[in-house]
Structure formats: structure tokens, C-alpha cells
């Protein structure tokens, strides 16, 4: 019996829904401490935990296995696309399209946020990033928006540069979603729970350092190894094409985020605030240019 990549993306479906439950009950049981218990939600109350269920480690657990099954199914993504092209297999990357690109995001950006759960254990902001994969490999699944055909590589996307390219910026988006994540955690915990600022240092911080190392990955990625890949295809290295403005006013968002954080010392809410707006400018660009907008992007 042999399994295709729709049926792991399909049995990762469900495991991240079920470890976004598990992060919410995380975030709103107590740990196992109250001092844990007020770290994890950002605020100093605590509700009592039932049944003794170590819900964190739980979700940490099921988001492993939702992982696993994402990327079994981008490894089995790049067989199938071998099949009608040699150079899938050489470049095992399935970045080419809308759906290779939703499907390869459920994995990377769960898999970027776990990397930094290790250090912080927020797990309001797990259920955004698991509930954000489940909404990634529920639209891959609507043939409408994001078609699956399996199909041969064109020409212009058979180069080295394009798979560098894709590769620093997605985990630029990656970063910058886990930044986003511990965002909006720091604005709910605020304006629906009161929150006081210094309660919510280590999210602001969380968010921080998830953007600032975002900004030089999608920076690279799409100003230098965007270029030259669009030399080698096109013949010029900027074209001011839809996607490739939308990019540069997205990264330019968040040089701006950066340097009202670290040069104007902003901080709390309005830091908050600029990141959740840059990164909805990222996922414009990433996603919204490529059904609202033409250009030379127009074929993924």
C-alpha cells in the first residue's frame, strides 16, 4: 500500500487542531506552578488545573507528531514532482507553487516555534502558531485556491538561486510569525485580561528576538538572492514587479519595527502593534499578491 503527500498533510491536519486545544488548556489551566501558571498566560492570576494534566508538555508532544507528518508529506511532495521533473529530486525543496508553499509552511513554521518554545514556554502563543497550520493545511486542501497538480518545473524556476531564495525567505516568514504570535498573545493579554506591562516583558522579548532574526533571512532572501535569481531568469535584477514591491515595503516594516523598538525605545503596545502590522504586510505579499495582483510572480 502506498501513501501519497495529501494523506500525511491530512493526518497533520488534525494534530494540529488537537495541539492548538492543548496550548489553549495550557494557557488557561494551571501548569504546575502558579508562578508557571502566570508566566505561561502573561498575567499574575492562576486557575486551577483538572485532573492534573500537564497540558504544555501534551501539546508539545502532539505538535512533534503533526511535524513529523508534514514533513513526511513535503519529502513525499518532492517524489511526486520527481516524477515529472529530475530537477525536483536535486533541489528537494517543493516551493513552486501556492500549494507546495502552504503545505511546506505547516512544517516549518510549527518546527521554527518549537525550536524557541525550549527558552519560552508562552503557550498562547503554540495555539496561534498551531492554530495558524491547521488554517495553512486547511486551505492547501481546497483545490480552488491552492490547485495540487503535479506538474513539470518551468524553465525559469529551474534554478539553484530560486530554492536560496525561497529558502531564506520562508524562514524569515517563519521567524516573523512566531514574532507575530507572541504579538498578538501581548495584546490580548492587555486588553482582555489587564494585564500590566511589566508581566509581559519576556512575550515583548519573545517577539523581538523572533523578528530581529526573521529580518536578515527575509532581507537576504528577497533584495540579494531574489535578484540574482531574477538576473538569471529575466535578465534584470529588479523589475519593480507587484511581488517584489510588496516585499520591499514589507521588509521596510520591519527595519521600521526594529528601529522604533531599539533607537526610540518603544515598547508594550505600540512595539505590539507595529509588529502585528508589518507582518500582516508580509502576509500580503506572500499570499494576497498572488490572487489579487499579476506580474511576474503570477505563476505561483
Known sequence: MSFDSTFF????????????????????????T???????????ASVPRPGGMNWGSMATFVVC????????GVVLRVVELGRASDWAIQMFLPVTSTYETLTFMSFLIPFVYLLMEIKYKFYGVGAI???LAFVLLTFSSLP???????????????SYWLVIHVLFMITGISLFTVGFGASALL??????????????KKLEELSYKA???????????????????????????WEWDPKETAMLIAWLSYAIYLHVRLHWGWRDLKVAWTS?????VVLFTWLGINYFVGGLHSFV
Open 187 to 200: 495584546l490580548i493579554r492587555r486588553y482582555v485580561y489587564g494585564a500590566e506591562p511589566a508581566s509581559l
Open 211 to 237: 523578528n530581529a532574526f526573521g529580518f536578515p533571512f527575509y532581507g537576504i532572501g528577497g533584495l540579494i538572492f531574489g535578484g540574482i535569481w531574477a538576473k538569471h531568469a529575466w535578465g534584470a535584477y
Open 129 to 131: 502558531i498551531t492554530g
Open 34 to 44: 502558579p508562578a508557571k501558571s502566570a508566566e505561561a498566560l502573561g498575567i499574575t
Open 9 to 32: 498533510y491530512f493526518l497533520a491536519t488534525p494534530a494540529y487542531f488537537l495541539a492548538m486545544l492543548f496550548y489553549l488548556f495550557a494557557a488557561l489551566f494551571k501548569s504546575e
Open 144 to 158: 480552488d485556491i491552492a490547485p495540487r497538480t503535479v506538474a513539470a518545473i518551468v524553465p525559469s524556476l529551474q
Open 276 to 280: 502585528v502590522a508589518a507582518y500582516c
Open 65 to 72: 507528531i503533526g511535524v513529523m507528518f508534514a514533513f513526511v
